[in-house]
């Protein structure tokens, strides 16, 4: 399990409702293996894995901090970010 990983599974471990978005490179590319094997882990954490849409039922809108989002040039990325 590389450490990418390992920081997930313990952020899952705390609980709570989390949004995971996966690149196409992870999910079914270069890190497929790791993929499936966090996506083991986190069912074995009893999450359920859900399409973004079906969250909005589960929260409380109202109390939902949100930010604003800027751009910035992230390593290994030949174009700005939202970040």
């Known amino acids: 399990m590389e450490e990418g990983e390992r920081q997930i599974l313990a952020r ?3 609980g709570g409702i989390h949004v995971l978005p996966v690149h ?3 999910e079914g ?5 790791n993929f499936v094997r966090l996506i083991r882990a986190a069912k074995k954490l009893d999450y359920r894995l859900l399409p973004l849409g079906n969250l909005l039922s ?3 809108r109202e109390s939902l901090v949100t ?3 800027r ?3 992230l390593a290994g990325r030949s174009v700005p970010c939202a970040v």
């Open 24 to 26: 196409a490179e992870v």
């Open 12 to 14: 899952l471990a705390e």
């Open 71 to 73: 751009l910035q040039l």
């Open 29 to 33: 590319g270069l890190m497929s293996e």
């Open 58 to 60: 589960l929260l409380d």
């Open 67 to 69: 930010r604003r989002f």
